[in-house]
């Protein structure tokens, strides 16, 4: 069975940053396309950034410039590295597998003072 584990969530200042990781169990990584979501009351479920088998990467344009995505094939991992974090930023994040419509239990950013 695949499982994808996100974890490096947490509370930080506005300004400050953060490492989102997302381990694949279960299944080889590199063939596949992934992504990173989040999720509030108010907005629902945004996506974030896309990264390809290949590494091509996209990102949303409320985080351009700020976060970035990126996959290490020999881990069977993605992160989401996150910087200049602001109050709206705040979320349970989400990694995703295309392939198989495949979700992480997702990991608690809270960006506050």
């Known amino acids: 069975q695949v499982q994808l584990v996100e974890s490096g969530g947490g509370v930080v200042q506005p300004g400050g940053s953060l490492r989102l990781s997302c381990a694949v169990h279960?299944?080889?990584?590199?063939?596949?396309?992934m992504g990173w979501y989040r999720q509030t009351p108010e907005k629902g479920r945004e996506e974030v950034a896309r990264?390809?088998?290949?590494?091509?990467?996209t990102h949303a344009a409320s985080v351009k410039g700020r976060f970035t995505i990126s996959r290490d094939d020999a881990k069977n991992t993605i992160y989401l590295h996150m910087n200049r974090l602001q109050p709206e930023d705040t979320a349970v994040y989400y990694c995703?597998?295309?392939?198989?419509?495949?979700w992480g239990q997702g990991t608690r950013v809270t960006v506050s003072s």
């Open positions: 995703h597998r295309e392939i198989g419509d495949l």
């Open positions: 279960g299944d080889s990584f590199s063939y596949y396309a």
């Open positions: 990264i390809s088998a290949g590494g091509m990467t």
